[in-house]
């Protein structure tokens, strides 16, 4: 059992950035990866960008550049820094974290990018 709580979404102008948050509790031995995806209305959920347990990291192509994924292993949370904000990235962010063959998702934040 792993609980996932997200925190930073808002109301922002374009051009501007916002950093998110990703607190992990509960049964968190083993995670082998976690992440930020979203979902806007109408499309599929996507995955913005993710982070294994040794580090590595991986963006979506329209991200790369604009948002970096980072963790905090004491603290069992991850991060996502957002810049250079489009009305485009208008979407719930949802964080995600997989151990083993199980996969656990937060309740998500909203985040608007006005024009």
């Known amino acids: 059992q792993v609980q996932l709580v997200e925190s930073g979404g808002g109301l922002v102008q374009a051009g501007g950035s916002l950093r998110l948050s990703c607190a ?9 990866f976690m992440g930020w995806y ?13 982070i294994t347990n040794g580090g590595s990291t991986n963006y ?7 948002f970096t994924i ?9 991060y996502l820094q957002m810049n250079s904000l489009r009305p485009e990235d208008t979407a719930v962010y949802l964080c995600n974290a997989r151990l083993g063959v199980v996969t656990y998702w937060g309740q998500g934040t909203q985040v608007t990018v006005s024009s």
């Open 38 to 50: 979203r979902q806007a209305p109408g499309l599929q959920r996507e995955l913005v960008a993710g």
């Open 24 to 32: 992990a509790s509960g049964s968190i031995f083993n995670i082998n």
């Open 60 to 66: 979506a192509e329209s991200m790369k550049g604009r």
């Open 70 to 78: 980072s963790r905090d292993t004491a603290k069992n949370t991850v």
